[in-house]
């Protein structure tokens, strides 16, 4: 295993400033009401309202699956991060313990406080919710980055959902991370949920823009039938 450990605020503030031209949506789907599906990381979701979802290119194994953007606002952009990681047999409770240990061994190098951890569901799955902050400096100030960690092992695979927030703002937007925890499905342990449903978001569209091209071109070839007459 890899021990080089990247702060975990970097890395989340590196992902909130991804332009949005370089995020692809291949294998997704986003409708008008913010309503993510993709099939290959099996997950579905309802993004807040006004924040931007992006699919960021893998450029490290810890890096962001996919990445929901808050508008800017008071020098830092809150960002939702989902990573999702084969679980290889490894249990939900020793994924936890081994990610803080990491966690734990990167705070001697940067100020990272765990200040709670609980149980929870997410999506009908068991999850490990934790509250973590760290203290950093940057360009000669000081900023305090608070973060809200789910992890559920579904489907052979651990999803990581995080939200990241300077501390002063940071309560101020859980709602908008709580309400997408709550909409949340997961392949896996929802046999009920139709990706057809999804998809038809797009093959709708593209029936109707068919349509309209062909009565268009009928009303024209009808106009131009009466005008030899």
């Known amino acids: 295993m890899n021990n080089t450990i990247i702060p975990v605020s970097l890395l989340l503030i590196l992902v909130s400033f991804v332009p949005i031209s370089s995020a692809s949506m291949q294998n997704s789907t986003l409708d008008s009401q913010g309503n993510y599906a993709n099939l290959s990381l099996g997950i579905t979701f309802q993004a807040p309202a006004g924040w931007t979802v992006q699919e960021p290119k893998k450029s490290q194994p810890d890096a962001p699956d996919i990445a929901v953007i808050a508008p ?12 999702i990681e084969k679980s290889n047999g490894t249990t939900l409770d020793d994924y936890i313990k081994n990610k803080n240990s990491q966690l734990i061994n990167a705070s001697q190098s940067s100020n990272i406080l765990f200040l709670s951890e609980q149980d929870g569901t997410i999506g009908g799955v068991d999850a490990k919710i934790s509250l973590l902050q760290e203290n950093f400096t940057s360009q000669n100030s000081s ?87």
Request: charged share 15%; glycine share 8%; hydrophobic share 35%.
């Open 72 to 83: 800017y606002s008071g020098g830092f952009t809150p960002s939702i991060s989902f990573t």
């Open 143 to 229: 900023n305090a980055i608070r973060f809200k960690q789910a992890t559920v092992l579904t489907n052979n695979e651990f999803y990581t959902i995080t939200y990241a927030n300077k501390e002063s703002n940071f309560d101020s937007d859980l709602s908008s991370y709580d309400q997408l925890l709550g909409s949340i499905k997961f392949m896996s342990n929802d046999t009920s949920f139709s990706w057809t449903g999804y998809l038809f978001i797009g093959i709708a569209g593209a029936a109707l823009i068919a349509g309209a091209i062909i009565a268009i071109k009928r009303k024209s070839s009808q106009k131009n039938i009466s005008s030899d007459k």
